[in-house]
């Protein structure tokens, strides 16, 4: 039973254009949510979070959206560079647990 | 720069043959994790120590065992490794309190042959 799902395995889009990468999730006692990004050949490096209480987080380039509703957050991306091309992880922590639980991830390529 | 290291990146073992893999890292982090990644699939968690506190998920395989002897040092240990323990182990750090932000290695890809 899969608590955070990426359904998009992949996206492409032309740089310069907006990236948006979407995640969904079951359990409503997640209380942070975050966006890890994985090249080749490397571990998973933390991009952004939000938690729970908020329902936009902004840094640089990069926007989360979360929509606790619809149990819903988005990565935006903007302007998106060749260089954000990397696989895209979704995850989600509960305080309680100490532990995170990540999405399959969706292969972002941003075309020159 | 302070890091996370996995040694080694790739290892080949025999179906049934004992592996060790090991972590190390220089961020002076009290939590370790250790995940296993196959193919397409979310990154899963094995276990986790909090400074020397073994937390196991439910779900991990008593195959699966780890160590650790020190906060910069942290192995992995499958007994007996199956065809199906064939993955990507990743390991990760976190500072108490901030597990929501963790720091990955790059992994060592396991094969069995």
């Known amino acids: 039973d899969q608590q955070v799902k990426q359904n998009s395995p992949s996206l492409s889009v032309q740089e310069g254009r907006i990236s948006i990468l979407n995640c969904d999730y079951t359990?409503?006692?997640?209380?942070?949510f975050l966006w890890y990004k994985k090249y080749p050949a490397e571990g998973p490096t933390f991009l952004i979070s939000i938690s729970s209480i908020k329902d936009k987080n902004e840094d640089g380039r990069f926007t989360v959206f979360l929509n606790k509703s619809a149990k819903h957050l988005s990565l935006h991306i903007v302007p998106s560079q060749p260089g954000d091309s990397a696989v895209y992880f979704c995850a989600a922590d509960w305080g309680a647990t100490n532990k995170l639980i990540f999405g399959t991830g969706t292969l972002l390529a941003v075309q020159p | 720069d302070a890091m996370v290291i996995q040694n080694p990146r790739y290892q080949v073992t025999q179906f049934g043959k004992p592996v060790t893999l090991s972590c190390s890292q220089t961020?002076?982090?009290?939590?370790m994790y250790w995940y296993q990644q196959k193919s397409s699939q979310a990154p899963k968690l094995l276990f986790h120590?909090?400074?020397?506190?073994?937390?196991n998920e439910a779900d991990t395989p008593d195959n699966f065992q780890s160590r650790r002897p020190n906060t910069s040092f942290c192995f992995l240990d499958i007994r007996s490794p199956g065809l199906g323990d064939a993955a990507m182990y990743l390991c990760a750090t976190s500072e108490r309190g901030k597990d929501y932000e963790q720091y990955f290695g790059p992994g060592t890809r396991l094969t069995v042959t």
């Open positions: 961020l002076n982090h009290n939590v």
């Open positions: 359990n409503s006692m997640f209380d942070y």
């Open positions: 120590y909090y400074d020397k506190d073994f937390n």
